[in-house]
């Protein structure tokens, strides 16, 4: 297996920050990934897939997840339906457990903002947009460092053509007020952030890691997935520019 095929399936199945120990599974599977290069004809152990099933299961893990960046929901769904059938003993299969989560969520219905308290903004800046933006995050989370900040250059660009967002952290781990406020301020976030009340809206939303995105539009979810795979043109397309 190629290892642009085997970084797909990384970058699907492990690329969320769920768990603190994340970037030793991708050393470790970055491990793997070599070994299984450097002896690609290697016969597979019991259980295990043999690396032509792992190319051609990636191939079809890249081509759901370019079908769900695409809106193109049903055809995601089929090219992991192929995959598990045919390559369910796979990486690439457990890999796309996650997109499966993601795209259960299309088509349900936008759920309340039930939120404890806001850090800046409010309720009233995130309504009436023609699309709105929800952020799952917390402080500690390494990969949240680095995309909620991103995500403040999204909001200028397309607050004004209609997009509403919200950043939601449950202040896990010990988190205090000062630390989300703080984060805030030095990260130069710009767009509402609040503390999610309990974990209803988390879980509405199929949130298993962190950072995760959900699009919402006309009070249905139309996009579920890592912010860091929202583009521009999506974004256009969500706000019918």
């Known amino acids: 297996m190629n290892r642009s095929m085997l970084a797909i399936v990384a970058l699907v199945g492990l690329g969320a920050c769920s768990d603190p120990e994340v970037n030793e599974k991708l050393t470790k599977l970055e491990e793997r990934i070599q070994k299984l290069e450097e002896s690609p004809k290697a016969a597979a152990r019991p259980g295990q897939a043999d690396p032509a099933s792992e190319q051609a299961a990636a191939e079809l893990l890249k081509a759901a997840t370019s079908a769900a960046e695409a809106m193109d929901v049903d055809t995601a769904k089929a ?10 003993t796979t990486r690439a299969a457990r890999a796309a457990q996650r997109l499966a989560t993601e795209l ?53 660009k397309y607050k004004g053509k209609g997009l509403s967002m919200v950043g939601l952290t449950k202040m896990t781990r010990n988190i205090t007020d000062e630390d989300v406020s703080a984060f805030i301020k030095d990260k130069g976030v710009n767009y509402p952030i609040a503390k999610e009340k309990g974990d209803n809206l ?40």
């Open 79 to 88: 090219k992991l339906a192929e995959l598990n059938e045919k390559y369910g």
């Open 104 to 156: 259960e969520v299309v088509g349900k219905d936008e759920a309340e903002l039930e939120v404890e308290k806001w850090f800046q903004g409010s309720a009233a800046d995130v309504e009436g947009g023609k699309a709105t933006l929800y952020v799952f995050w917390e402080v500690w989370c390494p990969h949240c460092k680095r995309e909620v900040p991103k995500l403040a250059e999204t909001y200028d």
């Open 202 to 241: 988390s879980r509405h939303y199929g949130v298993r890691g962190i950072p995760a995105a959900a699009m919402v539009k006309d009070g249905k979810v139309v996009w579920r997935g890592h912010p860091a795979r929202l583009s521009d043109d999506m974004i256009a397309k969500y706000l019918g520019a």
